[in-house]
């Protein structure tokens, strides 16, 4: 009988002869034949799959997914390349669940309570708090590039220097502030405006808090069951996700095979190292100082993780992170609140990103920039990366725009472009952990915690 315990060791095992044979072949020449080596990748995968059946826990299923997909995008490319419609299926239908639970979540959570100086008050928390973590991560993703210095002494191929950038419209200040609010809200539930679907609950709720019981009641009543109606709708579509995993993983390695990372490797090696020293110099050290059970908060925040960084797209990862932080034992009124706001001005993973891939662009292209233009640059990118967060191609919208105000070529944005997928992966992973965290800060600030 395979017990978990068995079906691990048999993936562990499996995985180191499967590991050891390669580095034989590549190291040794050894002259295996690609078949065997096929095959010794797969039978560690067959064990984990057993194992995921036996676990039953959607977290090993996504893991057990990502690891399948690496190796299908490797061995069949050419199908892996296809796949790219089933991901994006799933994100469509996680699209459909945001607005009606933003929607139910938000207007119960402040008209229920009526307690509207608190609405002010876990606003005015949250920007505070989105703005100082932000800023550390910015500065911190500075801090990396400079310290690893890539993008420095790179020969770049001259095919990879000329191309088309996506079109993007560049926006002023008029037009960032415009956008935080809805003029029509079909619209924004169409398009999918997070923020502008916020401000709208917000200003309904407070509505429905003001008005005679005999007309809040019935609103309240809608509300919560539609809000549990969509939770349950989460349920169904998240049984979809190790598919939907699958297919990113695969097409992601398909479409830009493993070579890239070879050629790109400082650049991606950055990002990462930088952000772990976010996750332990800057979350770690707030959850400790908050108080906040570290191992009952990494179990919450797994599965949404996961999925973001699978699926890269942070909304796929939202009605998941938002009930897994109701469990966790945040109030829903503050989960509402915070999480989507979070999503337009507390993009840790993005922010710091955006802090590398300036400096890496003027590193790629042979421009020096003193100590003091970094700052200034900083300094513009914690203005921008807020504005527009809401924006599709936002990162780009930005890079562009920093790379025009300090007079730099945007042909290493086609670099950076490559492998963009690889890097948004962790960014947007990172971005869910902050969102998710910041619920569990705000929450004990306000009392309603622990």
């Not at 509505?207 to 309240?220: D, F, G, I, S, W």
């Not at 963009?420 to 965290?437: H, K, P, Y």
């Not at 910041?438 to 929450?443: G, L, N």
């Amino acid at each position: 009988m395979f017990t978990q315990k068995r079906l691990l060791t048999g993936f562990i095992i499996t995985l180191s002869i499967a590991v050891i044979a390669h580095l034989g072949d590549h190291y040794l020449e050894l002259g295996f034949p690609q078949w065997i080596l096929t095959i010794l990748r797969w039978i560690p995968l067959c064990f984990y799959f057993l194992f995921a059946v036996k676990k039953k826990k959607l977290t090993t299923w996504i893991f057990v997914s990502m690891l399948a997909g690496v190796e299908f995008g490797y061995d069949v490319p050419l199908v892996a390349k296809e796949l790219n419609i089933i991901s994006q299926i799933f994100i469509h239908l996680v699209k459909t669940i945001i607005a009606p639970l933003l929607f139910g979540t938000l207007v119960g959570g402040i008209a229920g309570h009526a307690n509207l100086k608190q609405v002010g008050r876990m606003g005015w928390k949250s920007l505070v708090y989105f703005e100082i973590v932000s800023t550390i991560a910015l500065f911190i993703g500075l801090a990396a590039i400079n310290i690893s210095g890539a993008g420095l002494g790179v020969a770049v191929p001259e095919s990879m220097t000329h191309g088309t950038l996506p079109e993007v419209k560049t926006q002023d200040w008029r037009d960032i502030i415009l956008h935080v609010f809805p003029e029509n809200i079909a619209r924004s539930i169409s398009e999918g405006q997070v923020l502008q679907i916020v401000v709208f609950s917000i200003l309904f709720g407070i509505a429905v808090a003001m008005v005679k019981e005999q007309y809040r009641l019935p609103m309240l009543r809608f509300t919560d069951s539609l809000t549990a109606v969509m939770f349950k709708f989460t349920n169904i579509i998240m049984l979809f996700a190790p598919f939907a995993v699958f297919a990113a993983i695969a097409y992601s390695v398909g479409h830009l095979g493993l070579g890239v990372l070879v050629n790109l490797f400082e650049l991606l090696a950055t990002l990462y190292a930088a952000l772990l020293v976010f996750i332990l110099g800057v979350l770690l050290p707030i959850m400790l100082i908050m108080k906040i059970p570290i191992l009952k908060f990494a179990k919450a925040v797994a599965e949404p993780a996961t999925i973001a960084f699978a699926t890269t797209s942070s909304e796929s990862a939202l009605p998941m992170a938002m009930e897994n932080m109701e469990r966790f034992g945040v109030p829903r009124k503050i989960v509402a609140f915070v999480i989507p706001t979070g999503y337009s001005f507390n993009l840790d993973g993005t922010t710091l990103y955006l802090a590398m891939a300036s400096i890496f662009v003027a590193n790629m292209a042979g421009v020096h920039l003193s100590f003091e233009t970094q700052i200034i640059m900083m300094l513009t990118l914690m203005l921008t990366s807020k504005g527009v967060a809401g924006v599709p191609r936002a990162s780009l919208i930005i890079l562009l725009g920093t790379a025009a105000s300090f007079g730099l070529p945007v042909w290493p944005i086609f670099i950076i472009l490559g492998i963009d997928e690889l890097m948004d992966m962790a960014r947007t992973a990172i971005n869910v952990i902050g969102n998710c965290l910041a619920t569990v800060v705000i929450a004990k600030w306000e009392g309603e915690f622990g």
